[in-house]
């Protein structure tokens, strides 16, 4: 079997901060399993498997920002809130039987299930274009919602008889103010972006 790659293109003009995402055809799913051993305790690159298509992506330094701050800001107000929330980072995510695999940017189980087998909400920031398909993986992996943050913006995909619908509001934690939330994702440092969040929350 011969491995085709194909690297991304970018989205942002600066040429030091876009990911690396290279996708390999032909891959099997043992490629997929292995690329998880070579890779080993190691966070990078995440890994994404869809029938025969290998993604390996190294993110750059503003999608690892975006996606922390993002995850922060979500557990703020969950905290504020008072969800049962428990975050799982870039839990690996896999079913053979379905030929597909991934590792999200940020993930979330609500309420105290202790096993989950999957989770709640996952969170995947498009920095850069190219790469497979994560909400085609996302679907047969039974992730009940599913947020894609790009170009300043949150789109929600909720799944509903094995399909993804887009919606308007999350589901998952009903009552979240999408854009009120994204008015703090570039307040730096991380620490003031949260006490300010809070502080709005608690107004």
């Not at 991304?8 to 003009?13: D, K, L, Y």
């Not at 997929?32 to 080993?40: S, T, Y």
């Not at 190294?58 to 107000?77: A, C, N, Q, V, Y």
């Not at 993930?107 to 909400?121: F, H, I, K």
Request: with cysteine; hydrophobic share 40%.
């Amino acid at each position: 079997m011969t491995l085709h790659a194909e690297t991304s293109s970018r989205q942002h003009q600066a040429p030091a901060d876009h990911d690396g995402i290279v996708v390999l055809h032909n891959a099997g799913w043992a490629d997929f399993q292995r690329a998880l051993e070579m890779r080993g305790d190691a966070p990078l690159p995440r890994i994404a498997f869809l029938e025969g298509r290998l993604e390996l992506m190294s993110p750059s330094r503003s999608h690892e920002f975006i996606k922390s701050m993002l995850g922060r800001l979500i557990e703020t107000w969950c905290m504020e809130r008072g969800v049962d929330v428990t975050a799982y980072g870039s839990w690996t995510l896999e079913n053979k039987t379905q030929l597909r695999g991934l590792e999200p940017d940020e993930c979330y189980v609500l309420g105290d299930m202790r096993e989950p087998s999957a989770p709640d909400l996952a969170i995947e920031v498009v920095w850069t274009s190219g790469g497979i398909d994560k909400l085609e993986i996302y679907r047969k992996l039974g992730v009940g919602e599913v947020w894609f943050w790009q170009n300043e913006t949150i789109v929600l995909f909720a799944l509903r008889d094995g399909m993804y619908e887009s919606i308007a509001a999350s589901e998952a934690l009903p009552g979240l103010d999408l854009a009120e939330l994204l008015r703090f994702v570039h307040v730096t440092p991380m620490t003031r972006a949260v006490r300010e969040y809070r502080e709005k929350l608690r107004k």
